[in-house]
């Protein structure tokens, strides 16, 4: 069994184990092919960027924060989302971000019509592809992205009503290789 195989067994075998852990422990694999980390334990730091002041975790049975990384030899995969809420407007979360960001290069702000936290990993795309605005820039949550295709912070904020403050999502993609190596 090629070493790919054997890590794309491994992740087959794992994922559905982890899914249902009711623990909530981080599963740690090392082995001589690669190693696996799977938990809940994602938060602002492990993504690179600090907590906005005052914020605490946002409590959403249906959406856990994620920390997933998994790497071999020739390929490797790191994503951490976590979701927060603040008492704060969103302009002052976005101020705060906008200016952590800039330590990772050009932060573009982007209106979103809907939650687009995630970052297209298409194999057919460079990882050095800078990343951009989708759609029609006209949406009510507003996204603030650094990085390139292959290497990304992301912070998406929802506007809604002021009086119940405002929920946030931080995210951090890094993958080196190609997965489809896998």
Do not use: W
């Not at 694999?29 to 980390?37: E, P, R």
């Not at 938990?39 to 600090?50: E, F, S």
């Not at 856990?64 to 998994?70: E, I, S, T, Y």
């Amino acid at each position: 069994m090629t070493r790919h195989c054997a890590i794309a067994l491994l992740l087959f075998i794992a994922l559905p184990a982890f899914a249902q852990n009711s623990n909530e422990k981080p599963l740690d694999v090392t082995s001589s092919m690669g190693d696996l980390h799977m938990g809940k334990d994602a938060d602002a730091q492990k993504a690179g960027l600090p907590l906005y002041p005052g914020a605490h975790p946002k409590v959403d049975p249906n959406n856990d924060p994620l920390n997933f990384g998994v790497l071999t030899e020739s390929f490797g995969m790191k994503l951490v989302v976590a979701k927060y809420e603040s008492a704060d407007s969103p302009a002052k979360i976005l101020a705060f971000y906008r200016d952590k960001m800039k330590k990772y290069g050009k932060v573009l702000e982007c209106d979103d019509a809907n939650d687009n936290t995630s970052v297209h990993s298409d194999d057919d795309k460079d990882a050095s592809t800078p990343l951009k605005c989708q759609g029609d820039n006209r949406g009510p949550v507003k996204t603030l992205k650094v990085g390139t295709e292959g290497n990304a912070h992301i912070v998406s904020i929802e506007s809604g009503d002021a009086s119940k403050g405002t929920t946030f999502a931080i995210v951090y993609f890094h993958r080196r290789g190609k997965s489809g190596d896998i």
